[in-house]
Antibody
Framework: QVQLQESGPGLVKPSETLSLTCTVS??????????WSWIRQPPGKGLEWIGY???????NYNPSLKSQITISLDMSKNQFSLKLSAVTAADTAVYHC?????????????WGQGTTVTVSS | DIQMTQSPSSLSASVGDRVTITCRAS??????LSWYQQKPGKAPKLLIY???RLQSGVPSRFSGSGSGTDCTLSISSLQPEDFATYYC?????????FGQGTKLEIK
């Protein structure tokens, strides 16, 4: 059974960098059938796609966040990570990692439970 | 960016009802459309991908269809566990964009 688990600090100060890690079990981030995404949901609002990384290291980011985002892979730990720089209160959200499949027309079939990140001084 | 407009934003229905939710894309998406169900405090769950293909393990009362820029999600006979918020998402162009959500409530 494939599982994804987000981890990272729940509180980040404005202007600092938010860093989250997604640990994958039951699959490998080097599996070429899948890509590995981050999605966020501000309190009481809808879903926003942040970006994804493929096992080759190739990435695609949401242009609205592109200047702030870095997504990376650590195959030795079977993890992928998100860094979001220069955060503001608008970056307060539940952050989910998810697995997407090209066979699914890029639909995301496995999600982490999400981790709440609050940006506040 | 491709804008995804869902309708209705909210919907009240009873157990056993058939309901339909619509998602309209601002440009063609070639059936690169997924539907998700989200319950409070939980991660979204993939129901439908490629506009009409049922994700493994999802009950057959859920179905999807797509034509041009319009896609629909139908639930043939609502069950108590189906009351949730539903989102569509296009994965045809970067950035992948979601609809604003449809909250399905018990009447």
């Amino acid at each position: 059974q494939v599982q994804l688990q987000e981890s990272g600090p729940g509180l980040v100060k404005p202007s600092e960098t938010l860093s989250l890690t997604c640990t994958v079990s039951g699959d490998s981030v080097s599996n070429g059938r899948f890509f590995w995404s981050w999605i966020r949901q501000p309190p009481g609002k809808g879903l926003e796609w942040i970006g994804y990384i493929y096992y080759t290291g190739s990435t695609n980011y949401n242009p609205s966040l592109k200047s702030q985002i870095t997504i990376s892979l650590d195959m030795s730990k079977n993890q992928f990570s998100l860094k979001l720089s220069a955060v503001t209160a608008a970056d307060t959200a539940v952050y989910h990692c998810a697995r997407g499949a090209m066979d699914n027309y890029y639909g995301m079939d496995v999600w982490g439970q999400g981790t709440t990140v609050t940006v506040s001084s | 960016d491709i804008q995804m407009t869902q309708s209705p934003s909210s919907l009240s229905a009873s157990v056993g009802d058939r309901v339909t939710i619509t998602c309209r894309a601002s440009q063609r998406i070639n059936n690169y459309l997924s539907w998700y169900q989200q319950k409070p405090g939980k991660a979204p769950k993939l129901l439908i991908y490629a506009a009409s293909r049922l994700q493994s393990g999802v009950p057959s009362r859920f179905s999807g269809s797509g034509s041009g820029t319009d896609c629909t999600l139908s639930i043939s006979s609502l069950q108590p566990e189906d009351f949730a918020t539903y989102y569509c998402q296009q994965t045809y162009n970067i950035p992948y964009t979601f609809g604003q959500g449809t909250k399905l409530e018990i009447k």
